[in-house]
């Protein structure tokens, strides 16, 4: 017996320390499954525009995408026909940046120049500039790899 609540005090200690760095904090870690993904979803209501998995990948201090994937592009038109039928409604995208990455860009943040990149996709579809709304935000990451981000590409619409 008196071995044994050692032993368990340590194994508690290494599930303590797991939980806490990869399941809390989002790490990542799992030794379970190593590409935890997330899955993102655009839509305004019941219209569903997009459903994927880690659908924008950002090497560091870069404002265009590594990764778009190619369900972003099939629903860049759905939303553009969306909005044409809905003439009331806008797209609201909000680019975000860490702090410690370099803006190399002409616009005020790289959260901004990576919405603005979204933007100018989404008006080769046709929707008008006006019908677009970018900003740019601080650390709003959801998962940090290496040098690379995942995420950071949030889309609402709203009444005119």
């Known amino acids: 017996m008196q071995k044994f609540i050692p032993l368990f005090l340590i194994l508690w200690s290494i599930i303590a320390v797991y939980w806490y760095a990869c399941e809390l904090k989002d790490n990542s870690c799992s030794i379970f499954n190593s590409t935890q993904t997330r899955s993102y979803i655009i839509a305004d209501g019941t219209e569903v525009f997009l459903t994927t998995k880690n659908w924008l990948e950002y090497s560091y201090s870069k404002p265009v995408p590594e990764i778009l994937e190619e369900d972003f592009r099939k629903s860049i038109d ?29 616009y005020d943040n790289l959260g901004l120049a990576r919405a603005e990149y979204l933007k100018k996709q989404l008006m080769a579809a046709n929707i008008p500039p006006d019908k677009i709304i970018t900003q740019g935000i601080a650390n709003q990451f959801e998962r940090v790899k290496s040098s690379t981000l995942i995420g950071g590409i949030n889309i609402q619409f709203s009444e005119d």
């Open 78 to 106: 759905k939303m553009a026909l969306w909005l044409q039928q809905n003439p009331h409604k806008r797209v609201h995208i909000t680019g975000s940046y860490l702090e410690t990455e370099k803006n190399y860009s002409i």
